[in-house]
């Protein structure tokens, strides 16, 4: 089970986000999260603007290959040093599978001192041979990983290497906190929230409206002028501690609750306090 997982060092973060800013096309959306997998902390990098075309039905067969390195920390992970190798073996699979079949990079997952690059490909013959060569020629040491399935549905990206809501709350929590404390901030005064969310009829809103003034929220502000058949906006504030662990305890709760109120909980901003 994926659960998500608050062990980050800055280390792996800078690594993870300078391979997805190189390696990306300008229209992919490549993010990174760290959950725990069967209680042990894990690092998943992934293509996100893949979920809303999944699955193409002219890849339909999954390819996992990558190594398992013996340079890694106690959690699993790679060293910096190590990192270098596995960027450079990432390139040239990439480079072997692209020029053998036609390919979608969707994924890395890295576990348990081990790195492993999830594809979907058209074809999967004459894909094994050249691979095997990569790995003995560049890292003739190191004990390496290729498994080839069926996957039309492309679950593993679905299922498994795409977050879950939780996980995405998380995400885009840290990335707000990130930005305030670019900006300055410490994060260790509580102040007022504001939060965002979008229903579709005024019997949604007030459904949820009753909610958030039970949890001590204030109704800031209500939007209806998009026009006929626009979402209806409410804001609304509390004073909380930006901190990442409180916020999304918050953003996680006030999600679900708008989704049973039909509606969808956005976003969540606050003033910078230096």
Same mark, same amino acid.
């Given at each position: 089970?994926?659960?998500?997982?608050?062990?980050?060092?800055?280390?792996?973060?800078?690594?993870?986000?300078?391979?997805?800013?190189?390696?990306?096309?300008?229209?992919?959306?490549?993010?990174?999260?760290?959950?725990?997998?069967?209680?042990?902390? %894990?690092? @998943? =990098?992934?293509?996100?603007?893949?979920?809303?075309?999944?699955?193409? #039905?002219?890849?339909?067969?999954?390819?996992?290959? %990558?190594?398992?390195?013996?340079?890694?920390?106690?959690?699993?992970?790679?060293?910096?040093?190590?990192?270098?190798?596995?960027?450079?073996?990432?390139?040239?699979?990439?480079? *072997?599978?692209?020029?053998?079949?036609?390919? *979608?990079?969707? %994924?890395?997952?890295?576990?348990?001192?081990?790195? =492993?690059?999830?594809?979907?490909?058209?074809?999967?013959?004459?894909?094994?041979?050249?691979?095997?060569?990569?790995?003995?020629?560049?890292?003739?040491?190191?004990?390496?990983?290729?498994?080839?399935?069926?996957?039309?549905?492309?679950?593993?990206?679905?299922?498994?290497?795409?977050?879950?809501?939780?996980?995405?709350?998380?995400?885009?929590?840290?990335?707000?906190?990130?930005?305030?404390?670019?900006?300055?901030?410490?994060?260790?005064?509580?102040?007022?929230?504001?939060?965002?969310?979008?229903?579709?009829?005024?019997?949604?809103?007030?459904?949820?409206?009753?909610?958030?003034?039970?949890?001590?929220?204030? @109704?800031?502000?209500?939007?209806?002028?998009? %026009?006929?058949?626009?979402? =209806?906006?409410?804001?609304?504030?509390?004073? !909380?501690?930006? #901190?990442?662990?409180?916020?999304?305890?918050?953003? @996680?709760?006030?999600?679900?609750?708008?989704?049973?109120?039909?509606?969808?909980? !956005?976003?969540?901003?606050?003033? *910078?306090?230096?």
């Amino acid at each position: 089970m994926k659960k998500i997982c608050l062990f980050i060092t800055s280390l792996l973060l800078l690594s993870i986000f300078s391979f997805a800013q190189t390696d990306s096309l300008p229209t992919e959306n490549w993010d990174t999260y760290l959950a725990t997998f069967q209680k042990k902390p %894990g690092s @998943i =990098l992934l293509n996100m603007s893949l979920k809303s075309s999944a699955p193409q #039905q002219a890849y339909p067969f999954l390819l996992v290959t %990558g190594v398992k390195f013996t340079d890694c920390s106690r959690e699993g992970f790679p060293s910096s040093r190590e990192y270098k190798k596995l960027f450079l073996i990432s390139d040239s699979v990439k480079a *072997v599978v692209e020029r053998t079949t036609g390919a *979608v990079l969707c %994924g890395t997952f890295t576990y348990q001192c081990q790195r =492993l690059d999830y594809f979907y490909v058209q074809d999967t013959a004459r894909l094994r041979l050249p691979l095997s060569g990569v790995y003995k020629n560049q890292l003739p040491d190191y004990e390496y990983y290729i498994n080839i399935k069926a996957d039309k549905g492309w679950n593993t990206y679905l299922d498994f290497l795409f977050p879950s809501d939780t996980i995405r709350d998380f995400m885009d929590n840290q990335k707000i906190l990130m930005a305030l404390e670019r900006a300055g901030d410490k994060l260790l005064r509580s102040r007022p929230i504001e939060h965002f969310a979008y229903f579709k009829s005024e019997a949604d809103r007030t459904c949820f409206s009753s909610f958030v003034l039970k949890k001590g929220f204030r @109704i800031t502000k209500k939007d209806n002028s998009g %026009g006929a058949g626009a979402p =209806l906006l409410l804001q609304f504030s509390r004073i !909380d501690k930006p #901190q990442v662990n409180i916020i999304s305890r918050i953003t @996680i709760e006030l999600r679900r609750q708008a989704a049973k109120c039909n509606g969808e909980y !956005d976003a969540w901003e606050t003033a *910078v306090i230096r």
